[in-house]
């Protein structure tokens, strides 16, 4: 019996060591399940490149800290004040916000329309939806440049084709619409993009059953086409009404770095950049960006409350 009872010792004594062993190694999986060792390099980046420059952009906004980084003094919300109660801060945002109300819809429509010709046609499709899309690969000097050149008065072969006389990026009536221009050209093929792949996930099966009742072209886009589309044309808005606030490249290269005829085409960021590197008025530039970074948040966050309350409507 000892040698029995000896020999089933160890045994008893395993199992602890064994759920010791096996409930680290859940805590261990649970780990890796949750995602936390993957997401920790993007985490690690994203708080040394983003939230540690907004709390530092943050914290200069209340203090008159120059361009040398030196004598920062604590001056609480008078930055704040002062960007309010300047007409030349409103002036640029309501720009920014022209630009904005020119260039989305455009891009929207002509986007769709791209979208349905190149999902349509039958021959020679990846010409068309490289001819579409090519612009967008374009870096935004080389693009701002080309249409300067086209632009210009003298030269330029937009005059010389349609018989013009036009100084379209000297004249205060027409240099914000050459900047639309060159950003429809150069910006649609992204929106395009978007579309064609969405058109492409349309079951066929839903147009030809409305062939079968006899619905026609018009009447299967409508019904078809447009509600299926519905999403992604929101994410399309969504996305243009934020890059088209923070327009700022293509402006400042087809101006020269100007503020434009009469101050026509100063934006936002372009305004905020002279404040902070021409005035030196890094405090006033960061308290600038701080009140842009909150109009952004707020639009963005207005969408997404707007399209919750339209997916629990159709629920």
């Known amino acids: 019996m000892s040698t029995v009872g000896t020999a089933l010792r160890p045994p008893a004594a395993r199992p602890a060591a064994t759920a010791h062993t096996d409930s680290a190694r859940t805590r261990l ?25 907004i709390g530092r952009g943050l914290w200069l906004s209340f203090t008159d800290a120059n361009i040398s980084g030196t004598g920062e003094r604590f001056v609480g919300l008078d930055n704040y004040r002062e960007a309010l109660g300047t007409p030349l801060m409103w002036e640029s945002l309501g720009h920014s916000a022209y630009f904005t109300l020119l260039v989305v819809p455009c891009i929207v429509v002509l986007a769709f329309l791209l979208a349905m010709l190149a999902h349509h046609i039958e021959r020679a499709k990846w010409l068309w939806r490289l001819c579409f899309f090519a612009p967008f690969l374009l870096p935004s000097t080389v693009a701002a440049n080309l249409w300067q050149w086209l632009f210009n008065p003298g030269t330029g072969m937009i005059n010389h084709v349609f018989g013009l006389d036009t100084p379209w990026l000297t004249d205060k009536s027409t240099a914000m619409l050459a900047v639309v221009i060159t950003t429809l050209w150069w910006t649609v093929g992204f929106s395009f993009l978007l579309f064609l792949a969405a058109l492409q996930n349309i079951p066929r099966h839903l147009y030809e059953a409305a062939a079968l009742d006899g619905a026609g072209a018009w009447q299967r886009m409508v019904h078809i086409t447009l509600p299926m589309l519905r999403t992604i044309t929101g994410l399309v808005i969504t996305l243009q009404v934020l890059a088209s606030l923070q327009v700022f490249d293509q402006v400042v290269v087809m101006q020269d ?8 085409t100063r934006t936002f960021v372009q305004y905020t950049l002279e404040e902070g590197f021409t005035s030196y008025r890094v405090g006033f530039a960061s308290a600038i960006s701080i009140i842009f970074f909150v109009l952004i948040a707020a639009v963005a966050l207005g969408r997404m409350w707007l ?4 997916e629990e409507g159709a629920r």
Request: hydrophobic share 50%.
């Open 29 to 53: 999986a649970r780990r890796f399940q949750h995602g936390g060792w993957f997401v920790a390099p993007f985490l690690v980046l994203f708080a040394l490149f983003v939230l540690l420059p």
């Open 257 to 264: 770095f100007g503020p434009g005829p009469e101050e026509s």
């Open 307 to 310: 399209l919750r309350e339209r």
